[in-house]
Nanobody, 117 residues
Framework: QVQLVESGGGWVQAGGSLRLTCAAS????????MGWYRQAPGKQRELVAK???????MYGDSVKGRFTISRDNAKNTVDLQMDSLKPEDTAVYYCNFHSVVYGMDYWGKGTLVTVSI
């Protein structure tokens, strides 16, 4: 059974930084895209950032220039460096692994990020 576990969430003041990490336990084959999504109270889940197996990245408009996604294919981990955090970044952040070949999506349980004024 594959599980994704996020870590690194917490509380930070506006302008500060946090680094999220997602690691997979169990055997996963052919993960094409790793990504981070977030969901704030009363809002839909939205893409924060994603990265392909060859390193191509995509970011949500609201985090461009502030967040950086990276991955380690050998370790099946994905990180999200979040800088210049704003109160509107407050949300539960979810890790996602997607396999095109196997048509599988894996999700973590989420980690809460709270940014105060």
């Amino acid at each position: 059974q594959v599980q994704l576990v996020e870590s690194g969430g917490g509380w930070v003041q506006a302008g500060g930084s946090l680094r999220l990490t997602c690691a997979a336990s169990g055997t996963i084959f052919r993960i094409d895209t790793m990504g981070w999504y977030r969901q704030a109270p009363g809002k839909q889940r939205e893409l924060v950032a994603k990265i392909t197996s060859v390193g191509s990245t995509m970011y949500g408009d609201s985090v461009k220039g502030r967040f950086t996604i990276s991955r380690d294919n050998a370790k099946n981990t994905v990180d999200l460096q979040m800088d210049s955090l704003k109160p509107e970044d407050t949300a539960v952040y979810y890790c996602n692994f997607h396999s095109v070949v196997y048509g599988m999506d894996y999700w973590g349980k989420g980690t809460l990020v709270t940014v105060s004024i």
